[in-house]
């Protein structure tokens, strides 16, 4: 029995739809934004403050608890709900994208989106001296201490069965946004070979008794074959989908909705690693439930807010004597209870609670917008509610 389950509430005229995720630790309304939580903990913020947020599942890094403090203590803490103190729904990912990290992303500095430093990598596939992918998995040299380890797809599901997370990510090989269509195609090959065999790991270790396994659409940013990758993932017996890899900003949307056309619409599917304002609207239109992404946590420890109007800086001089809260629509402690004078000391001071107080504004701001999404698709007003929004967010 697949203890992941999925209903459908609300659909628009578009594929924006509400919906109920069902797993062994809880329910989540989607659409819905998953905190990263890297190594078993959303940066500076207790399991308690991360539910004030108003976070409902999280998303843990699979090769970092795998580095330290490694699965099989996690197992024996009795999981990683135990170990870290959250008995909300919890999803690891796979691995796959470490990898890009530490090859391409990591030699060239870029991101899902691509670079500044783009065209040094228009005809490298992504190895690098910490990094060599075969068709049978990956090897890579741990970053903490250039000790070498194995990565399969089977070891990836062992680690991530150990670790005991609701929802786990088959592996998957994650390129580089300036990877050429022929390195490409060859990842994808491989992506959808190591989709089988992690499903064959992950029933041969009787996992699917307690976890759900999303398997993971490649195909970087050639829309065909991204669409090729969708029809070969949803014709497997996947529990829901993660739609990986790089994209261009310019049509993300509209590679986006060619990739959810070819996918069940009785099953979850995850946006990894993105999640700005204007990619969430995006995300959402094209029918994509759950999101996840570093950024409101990561900048808001370098003092960057999300606000209605944009992002703000704290360090930026004119806030040392603005005696106004952050966002007056926001209800988080940092806005309900301090100004941005004060929030400005904390960061100029080098103060801790500069940071958690920043992140607890951050994670509101976007789980207080997907909750607004939810309202704004029952209620049929998902295109009044964004341009609402856009006409007060300046997208930097």
Not at 43 to 48: A, E, G, I, R
Not at 107 to 116: D, L, M, R
Not at 118 to 125: D, G, M, N, Q, R
Request: with cysteine; net charge neutral; glycine share 10%.
């Amino acid at each position: 029995m697949n203890p992941i389950g999925f209903t459908i509430e609300k659909e628009d005229s578009s594929r924006a739809r509400t919906g109920r995720l069902s797993t062994p630790h809880g329910v989540v309304e989607t659409p819905a934004f998953v905190a990263v939580g890297t190594k078993g903990t959303v940066k500076s913020l207790t399991p308690d403050d991360v539910r004030r947020a108003g976070v409902g599942i999280v998303f843990a890094n699979t090769f970092h608890l795998y580095l330290e403090p490694g699965e099989k203590i996690v197992r024996d803490a009795g999981g990683l709900h135990a170990f870290m103190n959250w008995s909300g729904p919890l999803m690891t990912d796979s691995g796959g994208f470490q990898v890009f990290s530490l090859g391409a992303g990591y030699e060239g500095k870029v991101n899902k989106f691509g670079g500044e430093e783009e065209s040094s990598l228009v005809a490298k596939p992504p190895h690098h001296p910490l990094v060599r992918v075969d068709d049978d998995g990956v090897t890579f040299r741990s970053p903490l201490d250039g000790s070498e380890h194995r990565l399969t797809p089977e070891r990836s599901i062992e680690i991530q069965r150990n670790l005991g997370a609701d929802i786990v990510i088959a592996f998957d090989e994650c390129t580089s946004p300036t990877a050429p269509r022929k390195y490409q195609e060859e990842a994808l090959v491989r992506t959808n070979l190591w989709a089988t065999r992690s499903l064959e790991a992950f029933e041969r270790l009787g996992t699917s008794r307690k976890q759900g396994l999303f398997g993971v659409i490649q195909g970087g940013r050639f829309r065909d074959l991204r669409e090729a990758s969708a029809k070969y993932i949803a014709s497997l017996p996947f529990s829901g989908f993660g739609i990986g890899g790089s994209f261009s900003k310019d049509d993300l949307g509209d590679t986006l909705l060619a990739v959810t056309l070819h996918l069940p619409a009785e099953k979850p599917r995850h946006l990894l690693g993105i999640g700005e304002p204007e990619d969430i609207f995006q995300g959402v239109r094209a029918g994509v439930d759950l999101f996840d992404c570093v950024s409101p946590t990561r900048v808001a420890r370098t003092g960057t807010l999300y606000t209605r109007k944009g992002k703000m800086n704290i360090g930026n001089a004119r806030f040392r004597n603005d005696f106004s809260s952050v966002d007056e629509t926001c209800i988080c402690e940092l806005c309900q209870n301090y100004t941005r004078a004060y929030l400005a000391h904390l960061f100029r001071a080098k103060e801790i609670l500069g940071i958690r107080l920043a992140t607890m504004h951050n994670l509101t701001f976007i789980t207080s917008l997907f909750r607004r999404i939810r309202e704004s698709i029952a209620e049929t007003k998902l295109d009044y509610f964004e341009n609402e929004f856009f006409s007060h967010y300046r997208v930097s």
